[in-house]
């Protein structure tokens, strides 16, 4: 019996719960004057009986699944030989995961070591009986408890006070997920940076004009300690991000404002979905547009002017990456736009202003909250992409602010940090997460400071 076959009785189970629950307070409700004499409707009992069966039914499973593995391994201890177990952890580890394996895949038999298709049989018993005992236990409380909820139904059961208090519950935990994964990714990557700050300074990092994170096997080798200084990184981040916005701002921010107040319907409903296409092209596609079209036609003119123009460029990818952010600014400003009150602008035209005045002095400025907030979107996007900064801009790390030559990204480091097999002690690999930590607080700064901007210009228009 696999989880999904017990989740589907579980939830057929809970269904016939709640119609059994609804059918008795029908039942209840005849006896004592109609549903009027009840405290909740008929809807609301069969909902709580089905709570019953299925809270407590889900959270069996839950907890058991948690469980099972160190249960199991516990009990198959015994059974792995002495001779494995003295050659020390990595060797059980080993055994366990051919055990493991040959179990997964049905083939205890290929197994050569007899000692070893015993352990297999074993593993392979302990499975299926505690799948066995899950189904049953899952089915026996939920059976009992909602037998015993349907026993609990009368007249002054508060049944539509629970079944709310149990969604508003459900509800609250839904919310909460999104605050207590942020928690936990922020207290990860923090952890980790504090164990590379603990190896490298930083001072030298956030100071540091040179980023050269290869450390050497041997100390004797030339760079052994390797350089961390993150300038590099960031200034290639913002110099990228900063002409993809000086693309994606103006052309983003003017089809707004074309599609909102001069298009006409039979207009918008071809252009505002071709707009919005570009969103939903890979990012790797773009990157094969910026390396194989755009940069070689930025390296041609620029040569044909007499500039030096590197094969790989930031102009290449900002320009790009520009194109791609382009519907995240469009999209949203044209929404904000288009949701000012008409009223508005019917005040503004009786005043005496004209069409474009009426844009600039009052449709804009209504709608700056929520085109700050497609600009912050784009901009987050933009300094978060990689594809196209790996295949446009290079890997190199210069401290330069020259859109002719070729720089990296934060994010791009991070990647290649992280690539292959890595041993997590080293700083080498420790330094992805403090530029994770780094660039997360930035991010952070960013928000707030726009944030303050669009409050500050709401009590000034208030």
Request: aromatic fraction near 8%; glycine fraction near 8%; charge should be neutral.
């Amino acid at each position: 019996m696999t989880v999904i076959n017990l989740l589907i009785v579980t939830a057929v189970l809970t269904l016939l719960y709640f119609l059994f629950g609804r059918q008795r307070a029908y039942s209840v409700a005849k006896g004592n004057g109609g549903i009027r004499g009840m405290h909740s409707l008929p809807t609301h009992y069969g909902a709580l009986v089905a709570l019953w069966c299925v809270v407590p039914a889900l959270f069996i499973i839950v907890a058991w699944k948690l469980l099972e593995p160190s249960v199991v391994d516990s009990l198959l201890s015994s059974s792995i030989p002495a001779e494995i177990r003295a050659q020390g952890d990595m060797a059980v580890s080993l055994y366990r995961n051919e055990i493991n394996n040959a179990v997964d895949s049905a083939r205890i038999s290929s197994l050569s070591d007899p000692a070893k298709q015993a352990t297999a049989t074993r593993l392979a018993g302990l499975q299926k009986y505690a799948s066995y005992g899950l189904f049953a236990l899952t089915l026996c409380v939920a059976t009992l408890l909602g037998f015993l909820a349907i026993g609990r139904i009368s007249p002054t059961l508060e049944a539509r006070h629970r079944v709310e208090a149990t969604v508003q519950g459900f509800l609250l935990a839904c919310a909460s997920i999104a605050i207590l994964t942020t928690i936990g990714i922020v207290l990860s990557v923090l952890f980790e940076s504090i164990r590379f700050f603990n190896q490298v300074s930083f001072v030298e990092f956030v100071t540091g004009l040179k980023w050269s994170p290869q450390t050497a096997i041997r100390s004797d080798q030339v760079g052994s300690t390797g350089s961390f200084g993150a300038i590099p990184l960031f200034a290639g981040t913002m110099l990228i991000s900063l002409i993809a916005m000086l693309v994606a701002v103006p052309f983003g921010l003017m089809s707004a404002i074309y599609l909102a107040e001069y298009a006409s319907s039979s207009a918008r409903a071809v252009i505002k979905p071709l707009l919005e296409m570009l969103a939903g092209i890979p990012t790797v596609v773009y990157g094969f547009f910026a390396a194989l079209t755009v940069a070689p036609w930025i390296k041609g003119i620029g040569e044909s002017i007499g500039l030096s123009v590197a094969s790989e460029s930031a102009l290449a990818a900002g320009l790009v990456m520009g194109i791609m952010i382009i519907p995240f600014v469009s999209s949203l400003s044209d929404d904000v736009i288009t949701a000012v009150p008409q009223s508005m602008r019917d005040g503004s035209f009786g005043l005496g202003a004209t069409h474009s005045e009426t844009i600039r002095k009052v449709v804009i400025p209504a709608a700056l909250p929520g085109i700050v907030g497609g600009v912050l979107l784009a901009a987050s996007r933009a300094i978060g992409e990689t594809m196209i900064v790996v295949m446009a801009a290079g890997l190199a790390a210069k401290l330069t602010a020259n859109p002719l030559e070729a720089v990296t990204t934060v994010t791009v480091q991070i990647v290649t940090l992280l690539t292959g097999d890595q041993e997590f002690d080293s700083a080498k690999t420790l330094a992805a997460f403090a530029l994770g930590l780094m660039l997360f607080v930035s991010t952070l700064v960013l928000n707030v400071i726009a944030l303050y901007v669009v409050r500050r210009y709401r009590e000034q228009y208030d």
